[in-house]
């Protein structure tokens, strides 16, 4: 009796911790054989937790590929649940493993834009700090010496007064790929993400965190080409950086017309570039 409930418990176990497909909405950017990219709205979590074991962003591609034979969903770019942008995924181990070999030898580049509080100064650098996780709570990252090698780089693009205190929408590009890497650097620096409950502080211009994955280069896994696939700036984040009369002007407005939704580029070789994360 005991060997047969030792043989039934794990296979119950198993059930309970294999993400389920699960039709949901999917905002694709790019899609073919080997990968999709996908442009997730802020508010959804990518991968099931122990808090969140549905409607996520795999339960949907799980639902989508339901019907093709070998395909493995498996997500290179994960973003926080009030990070918008471009999440790249994989449809086979395979070629998930390849490209995270990209990843490892620095043929990814993942460009963020953030609105910050304050100016940053100088307006553009490079922020090298390690990171770690706090020893009081682990679901928080801090600075600290014995943490990882982390590095940002930052650009500001514009500048605005807002309500109290200026405010400035920065791009972002990791250099290395770590869990919260932008929203610590930039908060330590003095400078946090406008609306960012963790490591800044509540805002009533916006209900989460201003940050959004903008653009993803990096080589197709199969064929090789480079491609650059860019994700429109959500409408929360631009009324941030747009004046009185509703409209945005400076860099930020060139930006703001770039991102056309579902457009994908081919350019030049990516080459050695940064990796991606969260």
């Known amino acids: 009796m005991l060997d ?66 070998g395909v493995q969903p498996g997500i290179l ?4 649940k009030d990070t918008s942008g471009v999440v790249v995924v994989a449809l086979t181990p395979s070629l998930h493993a390849a490209m995270q070999r990209d990843m490892t030898a620095s043929r990814v580049r993942k460009e963020y834009l953030a609105v910050v509080s304050g100016v940053p100064d100088p307006p553009m650098g490079r922020i090298s700090l390690p990171l770690g ?27 605005m007064a807002g309500p109290g205190a200026s405010i400035s929408m920065v791009r972002c590009t990791l250099l290395t790929g770590r869990t919260h890497q932008i929203r610590v650097h930039l908060a330590h620096r003095g400078w946090p993400i406008v609306g960012d409950r963790v490591y800044g502080l509540p805002s009533a211009m916006i209900a989460r965190q201003a940050l959004h994955a903008w653009r993803v280069a990096f080589p197709h896994p199969l064929t090789r080409e480079p491609l650059v696939v860019t994700s429109t700036l959500p409408a929360d984040i631009q009324a941030l950086m747009a004046d009185t009369d509703g409209r945005i002007s400076g860099r930020s407005a060139a930006i703001t017309a770039s991102t056309t939704p579902n457009v994908t580029t081919i350019v030049a070789p990516v080459g050695k570039s940064s990796t991606s994360d969260r």
Request: with cysteine; net charge negative.
């Open 4 to 69: 047969q409930v030792d043989k039934i418990q794990p296979q119950a176990a198993d059930v309970r911790q294999r993400p389920q497909p699960e039709e949901g909405p999917l905002s694709i950017l790019f899609e073919d054989e080997c990968v999709v990219v996908l442009d997730k709205p802020p508010g959804v979590v990518v991968h099931p937790t122990y808090k969140n074991t549905s409607g996520t962003l795999l339960n949907a591609l799980l639902w989508r590929y339901r019907d093709r034979a």
């Open 77 to 80: 770019t994960r973003l926080d």
């Open 133 to 159: 996780r706090s020893s009081e709570d682990r679901r928080i990252v801090v600075v600290r010496e014995d943490g990882a090698r982390c590095e940002t780089d930052y650009e500001v693009l514009e500048r």
